[in-house]
């Protein structure tokens, strides 16, 4: 069993910047590839990005490439998304989630989810 707790959600402006961080505990946080999702009032969850259990891979939706960066501190059982340039469309609530498989982008890949946390991006 692998525990998520995210963090780091707020408002801000359009082009601002934030970084959520998902803190873990269980089982080994290092033998787990990390996801970030979100999802919008309305909307169904959708893909942000993925690193590999060492941080050498990483992957990300078009949308946010270029903006976002995801990372990790396995010695703190720790992802990071830093987010840049924010949009007002990026609006949402962002989870972590873990998966033993890979750097996947379907969320049905992944095994444990966090709660989730509120960002706001206002124009």
């Known amino acids: 069993q692998v525990q998520l707790v995210e963090s780091g959600g707020g408002l801000v402006q359009a082009g601002g910047s934030l970084r959520l961080s998902c803190a873990a505990s269980g089982r080994t946080f290092s033998s787990y590839a990390m996801g970030w999702f979100r999802q919008a009032p309305g909307k169904e969850r959708e893909f942000v990005a993925a690193?590999?259990?060492?941080?050498?891979?990483?992957r990300y939706a078009e949308s946010v490439k270029g903006r976002f960066t995801v990372s990790r501190d396995n010695a703190k059982n720790t992802v990071y998304l830093q987010m840049n340039r924010l949009k007002p469309e990026d609006t949402a609530v962002y989870y972590c989630a873990a998966n033993g498989a890979g750097v996947e982008v379907a969320a049905r890949e992944y095994d444990y989810w966090g709660q989730g946390t509120q960002v706001t991006v206002s124009s």
């Open positions: 690193i590999s259990w060492g941080g050498g891979r990483t």
